[in-house]
């Protein structure tokens, strides 16, 4: 008779619009995962998970959860400028961590979260998404391939629909998000070093101004 694997049970930080429209139906379509609590320090966001995630509980803080000795890992979904302290407090809690991207807003805080990582016997991941897409699977398949001969120079372009407007705080504000170089720019950054299996020696980068 054959044994079911074990559920990994997940506690997920930050209940806004990527929890809600990527992580979690994602987790939904994970057999061998297991959503048993939310947090976070919106007391409406949680709210709104009740009738989709009835079974979840529900806590207003990151602490709160980390204590939950139910959970074994962590997703940390929260504005960039959290980053570090809630994850080195998962790893303190013994929980495994998946950090949503950027690291953190600044090198300092990055080597530490890095180092923190190496030293921890718990598995620790920056959510690089793009990395799995299936046509950048196909263009790293090809690079490693030799096919193109040297590569030279690379270009990438990223867009998506948003003036800002509507953007939530940690968005608009460099010192909760760190800016669009951030946030948007490192999927770039990420892509050409995955792609390329090189590091990155420097970066130039220039915008027109802001219009408001």
């Known amino acids: 008779m054959s044994v079911e694997p074990a559920k990994l049970k997940i506690g997920l930080i930050g209940c806004g619009k990527v929890a809600i429209e990527h992580h979690l139906p994602s987790l939904k379509r994970l057999a061998r995962a297991e ?3 939310v947090a976070d320090v919106h007391r409406e966001r949680l709210d709104g998970l009740t ?39 998962a790893l303190d809690a013994g929980k495994h961590v998946f950090l949503e991207k950027p690291l953190a807003l600044s090198k300092k805080e990055c080597d ?6 190496r ?3 718990l598995k620790t991941m920056v959510c690089f998404n793009l990395r799995w897409h299936r046509l950048i699977l196909q263009a790293k398949e090809i690079l490693s391939s030799g096919r193109l001969g040297f590569i030279v120079a690379i270009r990438s372009a990223y867009t998506h629909c948003r003036d800002g407007r509507t ?3 940690w968005h608009r504000k460099i010192c909760l998000g760190g800016g669009v170089t951030f946030n948007e720019g490192v ?8 792609l390329l299996q090189q590091e990155i020696e420097e970066i130039f980068a220039f915008h027109a101004p802001s219009v408001t």
């Open 167 to 169: 953007a939530p705080d």
């Open 119 to 121: 030293k921890s016997r």
């Open 35 to 37: 959503l048993v609590a």
């Open 51 to 89: 009738q989709d995630y009835p079974a979840v509980t529900r806590y207003n803080s990151a602490r709160d959860l980390l204590d939950d000795p139910r959970i074994e890992a962590v997703g940390v979904l929260t504005p960039t400028s959290s980053h570090h302290e809630i994850s080195l407090a």
């Open 112 to 117: 530490q979260l890095v180092e923190a990582g």
């Open 187 to 194: 999927h770039h950054i990420d892509l050409w070093r995955f």
